[in-house]
T-cell receptor, first 115, second 113 residues
C-alpha cells in the first residue's frame, strides 16, 4: 500500500522556467509534509516542509502548496537552475501518532533542468 | 554539531553471505534512528526504526534485522543475503524531538551477486 505517491518518474524543464513536482497521499492522518532532494550516491537532504494547518510555505525559490481536501501537495521551483537537477522525494508523517518521527516517502521524481 | 555517519560506503557480497552495516550519530543523545532502503523504482522504503537502546520496530517483513546496542549506534544485519537485498541503504536520525525532519547519512551501496 503506497501511502505517498509521486506519479511522475521524471520531469524535464528549461533553465529559468518553473518546475512543478506533484505528490499525492492517501492517509488522512498525515499532518506534516516534506520535500527532500537527492543526488546519486548521496543521502537525501531536507528542502522544505509544510504543516497541515497551512496551505503554502515559501523559502526562496522553493514553494510548497498543500491541498488537504484533494490530499495533494506540490513543489514549485522558480526559476529553475541546472543545479536543481536531482531526484526529489515527497514525504509525510503523522505527528499525532506518537514520537516515532518516521517519514513515509514517495517513489521520487527525477528533475532535469536543461541550460 | 550533530553528524551522522554510516559505513561501509560500498559493499559487494555473494548470495548467502552475512551483512553488517553500521550507523553512528555524534553530538546528541537519545536520538530516534531509522534504516531506509532505496531500491530501483521503489523510492525510499522504511525498514526499521528505533526510539531507544534495544527498541526496534520493523516496518516490512524481510530478510534483514536491526539492532541498537548503544544510544547512538544502529546496525543493520542479515545472516544470509538474497539477491533482492541489493540497494542503497540509508541511516537517518530525527534531529531532536522538536524537529519534524530526518537527517540522513551518506548511504551504503550494497550489491548482492
Amino acid at each position: 500500500d503506497q501511502q505517498v505517491k509521486q506519479n511522475s518518474p521524471s520531469l524535464s524543464v528549461q533553465e529559468g522556467r518553473i518546475s512543478i513536482l506533484n505528490c499525492d497521499y492517501t492517509n488522512s492522518m498525515f499532518d506534516y509534509f516534506l520535500w527532500y532532494k537527492k543526488y546519486p550516491a548521496e543521502g537525501p537532504t531536507f528542502l522544505i516542509s509544510i504543516s497541515s494547518i497551512k496551505d503554502k510555505n515559501e523559502d526562496g525559490r522553493f514553494t510548497v502548496f498543500l491541498n488537504k481536501s484533494a490530499k495533494h501537495l506540490s513543489l514549485h521551483i522558480v526559476p529553475s537552475q541546472p543545479g536543481d537537477s536531482a531526484v526529489y522525494f515527497c514525504a509525510a508523517s503523522d505527528r499525532g501518532s506518537g514520537n516515532t518521527g518516521k517519514l513515509i516517502f514517495g517513489q521520487g521524481t527525477t528533475l532535469q533542468v536543461k541550460p | 554539531s550533530q553528524t551522522i555517519h554510516q559505513w561501509p560506503a560500498t559493499l559487494v557480497q555473494p548470495v548467502g553471505s552475512p551483512l553488517s552495516l553500521e550507523c553512528t550519530v555524534e553530538g546528541t543523545s537519545n536520538p530516534n534512528l531509522y534504516w531506509y532502503r532505496q531500491a530501483a523504482g521503489r523510492g525510499l522504503q522504511l525498514l526499521f526504526y528505533s526510539v531507544g537502546i534495544g527498541q526496534i520496530s520493523s516496518e516490512v517483513p524481510q530478510n534483514l534485522s536491526a539492532s541498537r546496542p548503544q544510544d547512538r549506534q544502529f546496525i543493520l544485519s542479515s545472516k544470509k543475503l538474497l539477491l533482492s537485498d541489493s540497494g542503497f541503504y540509508l541511516c537517518a536520525w530525527n534531529g531532536g524531538p522538536a524537529t519534524g525532519e530526518l537527517f540522513f547519512g551518506e548511504g551504503s551501496r550494497l550489491t548482492v551477486l
